[in-house]
């Protein structure tokens, strides 16, 4: 059933103990140490580390963040020269985007995905090594422009043809054009990867209106990442060959019209607004009902409303170029599919709420994080209708309004949704939950800060302050409130400066033994990952489970007496999978993380001398070849009898309900 | 960029600011902090779409209020809701642990419900919307202004005779009649700009290659300001602009002063100045009726324009509009033109190694020189219709 890579047969080499399986360089072999993670497939340590990257990138973007907010402290700030501030805000939004979310959302994907569904890894796990590794050999060559000449200056939007070399003499856009082109193929490589582990890999009964909703919405998320990205890839490639080459696509004395690029940008960048968005609604659509004690209000609904807002994404662009000189019948078609994506975003949060309504109500960290997200969401929502009313529009665009308006959607839904996630899935990637009361003052602190910083800026917006400006003067009456945002920014560092100590706390507590090791199941969930132990064994499952329900494993701990009543009938920690088999996994592998390193050297070839991309290219071929050589699984790492598994689904789970699956009509 | 002249309304800002000193002496802390928050929210500066003057700025005030207070709706609903659900539905200490709360999984009706809701709301918010779309790109049957963009500053131009030539070329402050629609023609010399006066009217962007309508009207005589609200590149956030709203007769006065070309003057000084104008400045500026050897253009810049000087002192402000021209009392700002004069870069952030941008003559001309140049530009015309007040 699964699509794992075939071990070619010809190049099954004879047992021995030193044979190497690629005939030059044996294969990383070592299950712990720092070996261990670089060369690693195991989609659990794939999915930490994107974790770990990610903020690491989201501590560089909140330092431009605050660089940004320590300049517009006063009118005429002197902290930032115009040439850093208007680099610095073009890198915080990439960094944002690009090498925080996206990523942040990859490593739920990837730790998460898999357990969800009950499979042993992803259907391509060297792929998703190498996934990883592009992304962070991307974020690096995207900064590296820091170190060589100042960052990009052109905005993250980019706009033609202030990008070409005419007004952007420098290399800081060419970092950004390549940097980017390698992000996209990180996130392309793990789109393919997640989707075919989606379609084919799900447990045995786990149709597909029984999947979790965090695995739906990671789902949509993959297809949109998938049709996406070929016109960000073809957009970058015309900007690479303008500034490159010498081409002519956005050369306007040439007859380019600039607003080709606008167009090419939105395609992709509005799909990415529900790229950044819909892992958080997933994430939150699996802790409200888990911690309200009642199942999702609607799951069917919040799943195709889901689905219906991937589609719908794609028809709503050029909404960000309501002044860019469409024509009425553009600007009013674009406004009115503005007005109704509103609806089944509209909806999933009105069944959030209803998922709520009449719970039972446990306040963790996580559920915190998730209402908050289920609030602050909405106030980006509602304002973000207000910006579909395209006349409007022409006021409110390029003003704080609308900084306002997308950081209560990417801060107060997207970042607060995978914090609730990251408290949630804690226990399940390392064995304890974080400090809940420190927790709390992450959560309450980070909420504070969040609304002073961006509440405001709603209203600075309104009165006309401009975004991108370097500087706003005394007599523009703006002082006050920027002062309470700059203010509200520093606030949101320190909650973060808690987070941080509590991930370090309760670390260390983890090792000294006063932070418990916590049972499978801490939270009483809801889904299939909660049957294995914490933190996660290597192997995943012991057996597949046969799934029968949305909620599986809930259903294995409560149903209905003799009235029809729901009881709890065995407890979560006592009916988890013990964690104890030792099957055969993929092989940890050289190939993704070389290969990768290839990527940036072929870009800044292209900057500085082509003789740079050739060695790239020859490292690239190399590792391709070598790659390709190389079987997924190393022979000699063989366990005994079931040493040809590829896949938890050639485990056989205990009984025989493989032949029941067809029988149990699933109700959806 | 010192001599940045104070506006009324910052000075009532200091009125309010003194009474309430004498508030917070009576009422101590807390009314302090809700006065401060009060006046500091209600303070607007020079640039303010809360105060819309003209029609279709009034037009786009209005549908942005109704969107508004129906977007306040929904989100005080929702808000209430969210807090009932946190207050009602909270798990308490004396609940039984192995009691479920009742297991709903949907309610079709309710559901369908709240998805119609909104549909309707959002029909009518459309039916609203898309009407106000097409009136506002209509044109009108007023006079034709051109506007380009460029790096950093704005050109406006006026063909008076109408026979497709301009005939009066300006920058930074589009002067135009009160009580008319002025229709727009909006193009850009470089990169993408976008030109914003916001009591006057929304934005439009200014794209190279295209050229884009838009309308702009005031009922009344003033001072409107405006900025580039495109991300352009180095100097964006120093691009301004300002809307010179005239009576029909200041008007008429206004177009046959600029319509007169310029003479070579006098007095010595000034004399000197035209001169050394005549060596540093006239291979990108055009003073009409004397220097016109730029007029069609020229290789020095990006843009191929630099701002016609020709009636100068009739301006209230120069560089982008950044710099008053005039102090408060009426006399020109000589400190900062020659300031300008002597090293624009410094004044505001430009390229002028990459043909973005004044370039520096700090090591050209002597002080004697930029004062002579200053004396010249200072018989430009003048003095301007209409002073901020």
Not at chain 1, 190 to 213: F, S
């Amino acid at each position: 059933m699964a699509i794992t890579e075939e071990r070619p047969e010809i190049l099954e080499l004879e047992s021995g103990d030193t044979s190497p399986s690629t005939g030059a360089f044996a294969r990383p072999t070592n299950a712990s140490g720092w070996r261990a993670w670089v060369f690693t497939v195991d989609h659990k340590k794939i999915g930490i580390m994107y974790g770990a990257v990610a903020m690491f990138w989201f501590l560089w973007g909140g330092i431009e963040a605050l660089l940004i907010r320590a300049q517009l402290f006063t009118p005429d700030g002197t902290v930032l020269t115009a040439e850093q501030y208007n680099q610095i805000f073009t890198m915080h939004g990439t960094t944002m985007v690009f090498l925080v979310i996206m990523p942040l959302a990859a490593a739920f994907a990837n730790y998460v995905v898999p357990l969800q569904i009950g499979a042993r890894d992803v259907a391509f796990p060297r792929m998703n090594a190498l996934g990883l590794w592009i992304f962070v050999f991307g974020g690096l060559f995207l900064n590296l422009s820091w170190f060589l000449g100042g960052g990009p200056d052109g905005g993250w939007f980019a706009y033609a043809p202030n990008t070409g070399v005419t007004f952007s003499p420098g290399a800081g856009m060419d970092f950004y054009a390549l940097g980017l082109q390698i992000a996209g193929i990180a996130s392309l490589v793990g789109a393919i990867n997640l989707i075919v582990t989606i379609l084919n890999m799900r447990a045995p009964g786990m149709t597909l209106l029984r999947m979790p909703v965090f695995t739906w919405m990671i789902f949509v998320v993959q297809l949109l990442l998938l049709f996406a990205l070929p016109v960000i890839t073809v957009a970058l490639i015309l900007l690479s060959f303008d500034r490159t080459f010498d081409a002519n696509f956005f050369n306007v004395a040439m007859g380019a019209d600039p607003l080709l690029w606008q167009h090419l940008f939105w395609i992709f960048g509005h799909p990415e607004v529900y790229i950044l968005i819909l892992p958080s609604f997933g994430i939150v659509s699996e802790t409200l009902p888990v911690f309200s004690r009642k199942p999702l209000f609607g799951y069917s609904v919040i799943v195709i409303s889901g689905a219906a807002i991937g589609f719908m994404g794609w028809g709503v662009w050029a909404h960000h170029m309501f002044v860019s000189g469409l024509g009425p019948v553009g600007v009013a078609a674009f406004s009115a599919t503005t007005m109704f994506i509103a609806v089944p975003t509209g909806v999933k949060i009105l069944n959030w709420i209803a998922t709520m309504w009449g719970g039972n109500l446990k306040f963790t960290v996580p559920m915190m994080f998730s209402i908050s997200l289920v609030s602050m969401f909405t106030i980006g929502g509602l304002s973000g209708v207000m910006h579909s009313v395209a006349p409007a529009d022409t006021q409110q665009t390029d003003t704080y309004f609308i900084v306002a308006h997308f950081h209560y959607v990417l801060f107060g839904g997207a970042l607060m949704g995978l914090f609730a996630g990251m408290y949630y899935w804690w226990p399940k990637a390392f064995g304890y939950k974080l400090n809940e009361s420190l927790g709390k003052w992450h959560f309450w602190i980070l909420l504070v800060g969040f609304n002073m910083t961006f509440g405001p800026m709603h209203i600075v917006g309104l009165q006309g302050m401009a975004r991108r400006h370097s500087r706003y003067g005394p007599e523009d009456g703006f002082d006050f409130w920027n002062a309470v945002v700059s203010i509200g920014a520093f606030i949101i560092l320190i909650g973060m400066i808690v987070f941080a100590v509590n991930i370090v706390r309760t670390w260390l507590g983890y090792k000294a033994g006063t932070v418990p090791q916590e049972p499978a199941d801490p939270w009483d969930g809801r889904t299939i990952e909660w049957a294995i132990p914490c933190p996660t064994p290597e192997h995943n499952f012991d057996y597949v489970p046969v799934i029968t329900d949305v909620d599986d494993f809930w259903h294995k701990k409560y149903q209905p007496d003799e009235n029809g009543k729901l009881r709890k009938v065995a407890d979560g920690n006592e009916i988890a999978q013990r964690g104890d088999q030792n099957p055969h996994l993929p092989s940890p592998s050289y190939w993704p993380i070389v290969l990768a390193s290839a990527l940036p050297l072929i870009a800044l070839g292209l900057i500085y001398n082509l003789w740079i991309s050739g060695v790239g290219l020859l490292l690239l071929l190399g590792s391709m070849y070598g790659w390709s050589l190389e079987p997924a699984t190393d022979p000699d790492a063989g366990h005994g009898e079931h040493a040809d598994d590829h896949g938890p689904d050639d485990v056989d789970p205990p009984g025989d309900e493989d032949s029941e699956v067809a029988e149990e009509a699933p109700v959806v | 960029m010192s001599a940045r002249i104070r506006t009324s309304t910052e000075v009532n800002i200091r009125k309010m600011h003194k009474s309430q000193s004498v508030m917070s002496r009576l009422l101590r802390l807390i009314p302090l902090l809700f006065g401060t928050v009060l006046i500091a929210s209600c303070a607007s500066g020079r640039i303010d779409p809360t105060d819309p003057v003209g029609e279709n700025a009034k037009q786009i005030d209005g549908i942005m209020r109704l969107s508004g207070y129906m977007a306040t709706a929904v989100g005080i609903f929702v808000a209430a809701a969210v807090i009932i659900v946190i207050v009602k539905f909270r798990e308490r200490p004396d609940d039984d642990p192995n009691e479920l709360p009742e297991q709903i999984h949907g309610n079709r009706k309710a559901e369908l419900t709240w998805t119609l809701i909104p549909v309707v709301m959002l029909v009518f918010l459309a039916i609203v919307t898309i009407p106000t779309v097409f009136d506002l790109s209509s044109k009108s049957d007023g006079r034709t202004i051109k506007v380009e963009g460029q790096q950093w500053w704005w050109q406006f131009s006026y063909d008076v005779d109408e026979d497709g030539v301009s005939d009066i070329v300006t920058a930074n402050e589009i002067v135009i009649p009160a009580g008319e629609e002025i229709n727009l023609d909006i193009r850009s010399n470089d990169v993408i700009h976008s030109f914003w006066i916001p009591q006057l009217n929304g934005k439009r962007d200014a794209v190279p290659g295209r050229v884009h309508s838009w309308r702009i009207s005031s009922p009344v005589p003033g001072i409107f300001y405006g900025e580039c609200t495109e991300f352009c590149g180095l100097s964006h956030a120093n691009m301004q602009m300002r809307a010179v709203v005239l009576s029909d007769e200041d008007y008429s006065q206004w177009v046959q002063e600029q319509l007169t070309p310029s003479t070579i003057p006098t007095a010595a000084a000034a004399k000197s100045g035209y001169d050394l104008f005549g060596r540093h400045c006239v291979s990108c500026h055009v003073v009409n009726g004397v220097y016109e050897s730029a007029a069609d253009g020229n290789a020095n810049l990006t843009s191929g324009y630099a701002p016609n000087l020709t009636h100068l002192m009739t301006r209230t402000s120069f560089a982008g509009s950044i710099f008053e021209l005039y102090e408060e009392d009426g006399s020109v700002n000589i400190a900062d033109l020659k300031e300008w004069i002597r090293n624009a870069p410094g004044q505001k952030p430009a390229r002028a190694e990459n043909r973005q941008g004044m370039p520096s003559f700090a090591e050209t001309l002597s002080d004697n020189e930029l004062d002579d140049l200053v004396t010249y530009l200072m018989t430009l015309g003048g003095p301007p219709p209409l002073m901020p007040s």
